[in-house]
């Protein structure tokens, strides 16, 4: 194989790559569904048992709770962006905590886990368990989606 097909080999590979990373969400996405077997086999056993069991984190446990740069905050279990950072805000739950997701990008069912119903949120591709909304939030919207951190991953802005 020659230099310059190696070099063209390169570029195109890198384009794509940029071009999937920065598309955020935009209406309803195409479902993305796995087996149970596949998701414990891609996900930590932490985030398989929040995402895919609803469990919930220890408070205090996830480093999004520090987490200040700009981006945005992608479902752990299929990439889908969910928030981005200008949403984010300290609620002191110990919880990464946001009040306003991005456009399309959830679903919501009642939960009654804890006898008093609770609004349950999840991703609206892949439906990975991601955290509970409470009408507590500051403005704009009043909400606060309380986030398992485990259940996101960070990509901060490309400068
Ligand atoms: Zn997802």
Redesign the pocket.
């Known amino acids: 194989m020659s230099f310059l097909s190696l070099l063209g080999l390169g570029t195109k590979a890198t384009a794509t790559t940029a071009t999937a990373a920065t598309t955020p969400a935009a209406g309803a996405p195409a479902p993305?569904r796995l087996t149970d077997a596949e998701w414990q086999k891609r996900l930590s056993p932490a985030a398989y048992r929040v995402l895919r069991r609803e469990g919930t984190e220890a408070a205090g446990s996830s480093p999004l709770n520090a987490e200040k740069r700009k981006g945005f905050y992608h479902?752990a279990?299929?990439d889908?962006p969910l928030f981005s950072s200008d949403t984010k805000y300290e609620s002191g739950t110990g919880w990464p905590s946001f009040h306003t997701p991005l456009p399309g990008a959830l679903g919501t069912k009642t939960d009654f886990k804890l006898i008093l119903p609770r609004t349950e949120y999840h991703?609206a591709?892949?439906e990975?368990h991601q955290g509970h909304v409470f009408n507590d939030g500051p403005r704009p919207s009043g909400k606060r989606y309380c986030n398992n951190g485990v259940a996101l991953k960070f990509v901060p802005a490309s400068t």
Do not use: D, V, W
Request: hydrophobic share 20%; with cysteine.
């Open positions: 993305f479902c279990g299929c889908l991703c591709r892949c990975g």
